[in-house]
């Protein structure tokens, strides 16, 4: 933890130099020693101080200063230091204006100088309010702190991703907390948020999640120019493949656009997967699949998307989004599925500000004693009800079918919780609202009676997508995206055209010889963990005899 600061302005150099000698001596080694030699340059030094979440403890400043009067400087600090100590140094002349700023400033002394010796003068005196200083003090937090509002998309997919890596960060909401407001301004003018501080004092302002990966220091550069695999995609199948091949020798890479978990990783608790008899959390096993992978030699890129697959010979070549490029000999594609957007008015400019696309757990707790909505009535839906309901007022969701779709278990859950309620046969029509979500209209498909209603926030968990845009002119796929495999790609029982191998694509390899598909974007899979885990690792297997045979 750095040390408080002791804040010692003088225009005199001699005197300024023979404070700084006293306070360093008696308390150099608990405090740092600033000395600064006019008002204005102190102000300066404060604002940099405060950006890097720096404490003051206490002034010792002069009153006779020409640009400005100690008094002065003394009024402008505590605007940003309002804890620390405020001590005036005062000539004999002085001593009515000291008087006075006992109540402007709220000066806690004044000192005659010559302040020798200080073990009578100065040191009693400083010791004294610095200890009520310590008592009082609420010191600050020491790590990255992100200012943004509750209704910037862009503050939303900073913490997201924080959270998601398990980094601990403060938030400062800009709306409700005038210093902080104060601080972005103190960087910059057009107000763009968030604002990231770290603790090195360097600011981010409205970031791409790849700078921020690099300036929190995850990888988001390959180590090797080549790999055995390339895994795209850190959810469930992705991780259990990499599992697998870093534990038995291959060099692999996995490439994640965002951060690792995929799906899963938003789950607040998976409850039917193998071994978790009381549930596991989705972070929690997201953290213990990633430490596992890297025990065994697998590099994990974050913030790093795939766009374009190119096959060369025996070669693949991944191309991400940042223009570099990496060779491999297989590909497994683990990108998962993603929730359909809300192709209504106004939804996109409402998402981050009160809409959210999956759980957004970042943002549960904002919506404390409120009404909130909740699209969907599948297991994530539910699980999405659940919890949420351990913040807001009530939870009402919203089904289109006459039932839910959800696992027994979780509709027994929700039907149990006084907080939620169930509307089935339920369309949304229509969401409002200016800057955030206020209103949405809901229609019931049978009576065909609409309401609007107030609403908070409303979390949309309908259908998924398959991600496999990036493959789409390589690999055979169905209508709706997924991708085919095995058998799936077998055309009266011969391999698709273009095939160039004398055998036929193994049980998860696509119709592209050496890429392979496993987990929710691959056609026919159960959407589910367990599943996802299990192609994962037989997505493994079979790349293994792959790479036997180059
Ligand atoms: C909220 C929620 C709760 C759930 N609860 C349960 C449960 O309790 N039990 C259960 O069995 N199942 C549950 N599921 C379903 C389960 O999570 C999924 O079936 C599983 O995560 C699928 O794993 P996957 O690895 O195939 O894909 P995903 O988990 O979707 O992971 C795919 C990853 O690929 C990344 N990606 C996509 N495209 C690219 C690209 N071009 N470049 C780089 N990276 C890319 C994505 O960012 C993502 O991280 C839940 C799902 C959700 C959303």
Redesign the pocket.
């Known amino acids: 933890m750095a040390k408080p600061v002791i804040f010692s302005v003088d225009d005199d150099p001699s005197v300024l130099n023979s404070v700084e000698r006293d306070l360093r001596s008696h308390y150099g080694q608990d405090y740092r020693i600033i000395p600064i030699n006019s008002g204005k340059a102190a102000l300066d030094y404060l604002q940099k101080l405060e950006q890097r979440n720096e404490t003051v403890a206490l002034f010792l400043v002069d009153q006779r200063m020409p640009e400005m009067s100690g008094t002065e400087f003394l009024a402008e600090a505590m605007q940003t230091y309002p804890q620390a100590k405020r001590v005036l140094l005062t000539a004999y002349a002085d001593t009515q204006a000291a008087i006075a700023s006992i109540n402007e400033v709220g000066l806690d002394y004044y000192l005659m100088k010559p302040w020798h010796p200080p073990d009578e003068k100065l040191y009693p005196v400083l010791d004294e309010l610095l200890e009520d200083w310590k008592i009082h003090v609420r010191l600050p937090y020491e790590g990255i702190r992100v200012a943004g509002t509750l209704w910037s998309l862009a503050s939303h997919e900073v913490k997201d991703f924080l959270t998601r890596h398990q980094i601990p960060y403060q938030w400062l909401d800009i709306e409700k907390d005038a210093s902080a407001r104060k601080l972005v301004e103190g960087v910059t003018s057009e107000i763009k948020l968030p604002v990231i501080f770290f603790p090195d004092g360097k600011t981010l302002i409205e970031p791409d999640l790849k700078t921020l990966a690099d300036k929190v220091g995850l990888q988001t550069r390959a180590e090797l120019p080549f790999y055995d695999l390339v895994v795209?995609?850190?959810?469930?199948?992705?991780?259990a493949a990499a599992v697998y091949a870093g534990s038995e020798g291959l060099k692999c890479l996995v490439?994640?656009?965002?951060?690792?978990?995929?799906?899963?990783?938003?789950?607040p608790?998976?409850?039917?997967?193998l071994g978790f008899p009381t549930g596991i959390s989705?972070d929690d096993l997201t953290r213990r699949a990633v430490s596992q992978a890297k025990r065994f030699g697998v590099e994990i890129l974050s913030a790093?998307?795939?766009?374009q697959i190119e096959v060369k010979d025996a070669y693949r070549i991944v191309k991400l989004k940042d223009e570099s490029q990496i060779s491999c000999h297989a590909v497994l594609m683990?990108?998962?599925?993603?929730?359909h957007k809300l192709k209504m008015p106004g939804a996109d400019a409402l998402t981050g500000a009160g809409i959210y696309y999956?759980?957004a757990y970042t943002e549960a707790v904002n919506y404390k004693d409120q009404r909130v909505f909740v699209a969907g009535g599948a297991?994530?839906a539910a699980?999405?009800a659940l919890y949420l309901s351990r913040f807001a007022s009530r939870v009402t969701v919203l089904i289109r079918g006459r039932e839910p779709t959800a696992s027994k278990y979780l509709v027994d859950a929700m039907s149990g919780n006084e907080k939620i309620e169930i509307l089935l046969n339920t369309d949304l029509m229509e969401v409002k609202g200016t800057n955030t979500l206020e209103q949405i209209v809901i229609r019931n498909n049978h009576s065909d009676e609409s309401q609007t209603c107030d609403a908070s926030a409303l979390f949309v968990?309908i259908g998924v997508r398959p991600?496999s845009q990036?493959v789409s002119g390589l690999v055979m796929r169905s209508d709706k995206g997924y991708i085919f495999t095995g058998p799936d790609v077998m055309t009266d029982k011969k391999p698709p055209r273009g095939w160039t191998l004398d055998r036929d694509p193994f049980l998860l390899e696509t119709s592209a010889p050496g890429i392979f598909a496993?987990?929710?974007?691959r056609y026919g899979?159960?959407?589910?963990?367990?599943?996802?885990v299990g192609?994962?690792a037989i997505a493994y297997a079979l790349i293994k005899e792959y790479l036997k045979g180059l």
């Open positions: 795209i995609g850190s959810g469930p199948a992705g991780l490439i994640e656009r965002a951060a690792p978990g995929g799906q899963a990783g938003s789950s608790k998976i409850e039917n997967y989705g790093q998307e795939a766009v683990a990108t998962g599925a993603s929730f999956g759980a297991n994530s699980q999405g968990f991600q990036i496993a987990g929710d974007v899979t159960n959407h589910r963990v367990a599943s996802a192609e994962g």
